[in-house]
Nanobody, 123 residues
């Protein structure tokens, strides 16, 4: 499975961005999907996950109420809508695929990773 993330950029605090992650080379609906982020000098951290059908989502406390993960299995794409962005959201954002129904907060649980897309939030 190949994952291609896009949609990052520079935005002012309070603004919004939508990240996309397009999958190819596998049966997309067989995978739970996750978004992680990594700021300079910090470990990769969990942001959000979604199960294969999109019926179950899970968020890190730091983004709950501001970010929304969704997926379109017909388009083999997972999205991360980010609203009310804060400077502390600045990081490289990565999408990941985990075979099976449920997502996970642990990076080691995921089987495939996309390249990062950079998000910078200015104050």
């Amino acid at each position: 499975v190949q994952l291609q993330a896009s949609g990052g950029g520079l935005v002012q605090a309070g603004g919004s961005l939508r990240l996309s992650c397009a999958a190819s080379g596998g049966t997309f609906s067989s995978y739970a999907m996750g978004w992680f982020r990594q700021a300079p000098g910090k470990e990769r951290e969990f942001v959000a996950s979604i199960n294969w059908s999109g019926g179950r989502t899970y968020y890190a406390d730091s983004v709950k109420g501001r970010f929304t993960i969704s997926r379109d299995n017909a388009k083999n794409t997972v999205y991360l809508q980010m609203n009310s962005l804060k400077p502390e959201d600045t990081a490289d954002y990565y999408c990941a695929a985990k075979f099976g129904d449920s997502g996970s907060t642990r990076p080691s649980s995921y089987d495939y990773w996309g390249q990062g897309t950079q998000v910078t939030v200015s104050s």
